[in-house]
């Protein structure tokens, strides 16, 4: 059983900057990726970011491309999504997920980090 913890949400105004952080309860050298989702109130869950291990391959949506950043610390077991340039529309609650097989599924879900980015 994997437990993911996301921490780093808040309140921001529009053009500033989020880190966010997901901190897993097992080595992540294990996983075969990471991904970043985000779901806005009355909205379906919409893919925001996504890395692989090994090479660390990085996946963006287009609606944030240019203004985050995906990156992962092996040792801590934590993985990052760094936020820039935040817009009002960027508002959601923000998901980690791992995948554990080689597959496109994300099999483990964190609770959720709530980010407000004021206009």
């Known amino acids: 059983q994997v437990q993911l913890v996301e921490s780093g949400g808040g309140l921001v105004q529009a053009g500033g900057s989020l880190r966010l952080s997901c901190a897993a309860s097992?080595?992540?050298?294990?996983?075969?990726?990471w991904g970043w989702f985000r779901q806005a109130p009355g909205k379906e869950r919409e893919f925001v970011a996504s890395?692989?291990?090994?090479?660390?391959?990085?996946s963006f949506a287009d609606s944030v491309k240019g203004r985050c950043t995906i990156s992962r610390d092996n040792g801590k077991n934590t993985v990052y999504l760094q936020m820039d340039s935040l817009k009002p529309e960027d508002t959601a609650v923000y998901f980690c997920?791992?995948?554990?097989?080689?597959?496109?599924?994300?099999?483990?879900w964190g609770q959720g980090t709530q980010v407000t980015v004021s206009s």
């Open positions: 097992t080595r992540t050298l294990s996983f075969y990726g």
């Open positions: 890395i692989t291990r090994g090479s660390g391959w990085r």
């Open positions: 997920a791992v995948r554990t097989a080689d597959t496109t599924v994300y099999d483990y």
